[in-house]
C-alpha cells in the first residue's frame, strides 16, 4: 500500500508546452495544466514536447528537458557540441541558439533578475542592457566555442 505522504514520481512524463519567457537556468517556462515547467534546450516561442526530469504529484513546479522540437524558433540553430542536448552536458545552455540570441536571452534573464530580486532598472544598477559577446563567442560556422561557464556532472 502506498504511503499518503509519498507523491507519485511525474519523471519521465511528456507534455506538449508552448514555450514562454526564459528563466536563469538555462530554463524557459512553460505551463501545463496550471503548473509550471522549467524546460532546458528550447527557445521563447517554440511549441516543444517536454520530458519532466524533476518532481512530483505535490511539487509546486517541475524541471523539465524538451525532447522533440515540434515548432522551433527562427533563432533555433543546430548545437555546434555533439555533448549539447537532453541527458547531456550540463555547460551548454544556450548553443541551440544564434549567438545574438544568446544575448538577448542574457539579456531577458538579467534584466528580469535585477527587477524582481533588488527592485532595480538596469539603469539604476548602472547597467545599459548591453552583453557583448564572450572571447571566443566569435568563430566559423560548425566550429565548437572553446569556452564553458559551468559543468554539470552526472
Not at 524557459?28 to 515547467?37: F, K, P
Not at 541558439?97 to 532595480?120: M, S, Y
Request: with cysteine.
Amino acid at each position: 500500500m502506498k504511503n499518503d505522504s509519498t507523491k507519485a514520481s511525474l519523471v519521465g512524463e511528456r507534455y506538449e508546452v508552448e514555450v514562454g519567457p526564459v528563466a536563469h537556468g538555462g530554463h524557459c517556462i512553460a505551463r501545463h495544466e496550471g503548473r509550471v515547467l522549467f524546460v532546458r534546450h528550447t527557445l521563447p516561442g517554440e511549441r516543444v514536447v517536454a520530458e519532466v526530469t524533476e518532481g512530483d504529484e505535490g511539487s509546486r513546479f517541475l524541471r523539465a528537458d524538451a525532447v522533440e522540437v515540434l515548432q522551433a524558433s527562427p533563432d533555433r540553430v543546430p548545437a555546434p557540441c555533439p555533448f549539447s542536448g537532453p541527458g547531456r552536458c550540463g555547460g551548454c545552455d544556450w548553443q541551440h541558439a544564434a549567438p545574438g540570441a544568446q544575448r538577448r536571452l542574457k539579456v531577458e534573464v538579467l534584466t528580469e533578475q535585477l527587477e524582481r530580486l533588488a527592485g532595480l532598472a538596469p539603469q539604476e544598477a548602472g547597467w545599459d542592457g548591453t552583453v557583448e559577446p564572450a572571447p571566443g563567442d566569435k568563430v566559423p560556422r560548425g566550429e565548437v566555442p572553446a569556452w564553458r561557464t559551468r559543468v554539470q556532472y552526472a
